[in-house]
């Protein structure tokens, strides 16, 4: 389009005469104001729906409200919390200063009793798993020196029943009571290392022998003389033995020292404490700790 003084002149591109009118006449027909009120009250329609589809739908007004009322309690219960813990930290941190060392010599001892306590229930095992051997070992030794003891019984017994009878008024059974009395005091001397009850005169000696066993006493002399053959048998035993008993010590030893530095410690904790009534108890602090924390994102709306 080309503006002249009296006229205006349009450029139009077309292979002929027809074409160019129909392009004059689509661009003249575009948004033309002769459309009627209609047309543009519905094109006005149009745009405002568009612009109100780009913003969000509106809230109501006690939703907002009870939102804002919300996030001011949450602020308002973080300032509170914020006032409550500022003096607690500074105490805390007085406390940290006056006795700095108290928590590390006691995680210190805790280690040492822990490592003391697992070595002592190992060194345990290894003694408890040796006394079974001993033990099974010391039965078997019984078992046997029992049934060797009934079966010479019997002879020892009918040997002092000569020995207590004598030799007779005219002395005809003196070779058999010395006889007799030899194998009666054999008897003893190869029972005397299990059965040191034994008497060592030969007139009592005919007298235990000849009358009936005590069978508790002889099964504990017995059990105590294969006891000792079997630690004999097993020398590595007493050395278990005693490391245990090496380690129990130490581990006890040690759980005295934590207990002392605790019992220190919670001592001190308390005069402090006394010397604070305004400061809350450590229960407090705790149960404080673990409560729900603050939501600094509601908090900031």
């Known amino acids: 389009m ?40 519905e094109l006005a329609a149009e745009l405002a729906a568009d612009e109100a589809a780009r913003y969000a739908p509106p809230r109501p007004l006690v939703q907002i409200l009870t939102e804002l009322h919300a996030a001011w309690t949450a602020e308002q219960r973080c300032r509170d919390r914020l006032a409550y813990q500022e003096p607690i930290r500074e105490a805390l941190r007085e406390l940290i200063v006056l006795q700095p060392d108290w928590a590390h010599r006691l995680a210190a001892l805790t280690g040492t009793y822990r490592r003391a306590a697992l070595a002592a229930e190992q060194a345990q095992q290894r003694a408890e798993t040796s006394g079974a051997r001993v033990a099974a070992e010391a039965d078997r030794l019984r078992d046997t020196l029992l049934r060797r003891w009934d079966k010479e019984r019997g002879a020892a017994h009918a040997a002092a029943r000569v020995v207590l009878d004598g030799p007779g008024r ?41 009358w009936f066993d005590d ?28 490391a245990a008993d090496t380690t ?16 220190q410690g919670l001592d001190f904790m308390a005069s402090w404490r ?28």
């Open 2 to 41: 080309t503006r002249g003084r009296t006229a205006n002149t349009a450029h139009l591109v077309a292979p002929d005469l027809a074409e160019a009118r129909r392009q004059w006449m689509a661009v003249f027909a575009r948004h033309r104001a002769d459309l009627g009120p209609a047309h543009a009250a």
């Open 170 to 210: 005219l002395g005809l059974r003196r070779a058999a009571v010395a006889r007799a009395g030899e194998q009666m005091v054999d008897w003893a001397n190869r029972w005397r290392p299990h059965v040191p009850a034994l008497p060592t005169e030969p007139g009592q000696l005919a007298r235990v022998a000849g």
């Open 274 to 301: 006394q010397a604070r009534p305004h400061m809350p108890l450590m229960t407090d602090l705790v149960i404080f700790a673990s409560a729900a924390p603050c939501d600094a994102r509601t908090a900031a709306r």
């Open 248 to 263: 129990q010590h130490a581990r006890e030893h040690a759980r005295l020292g934590m207990r002392a530095t605790s019992r």
């Open 215 to 242: 069978r508790p006493a002889l099964s504990a002399a017995l059990n105590a003389s294969a006891r000792r053959a079997a630690e004999h048998a097993h020398p590595e035993h007493a050395a278990l033995r005693a």
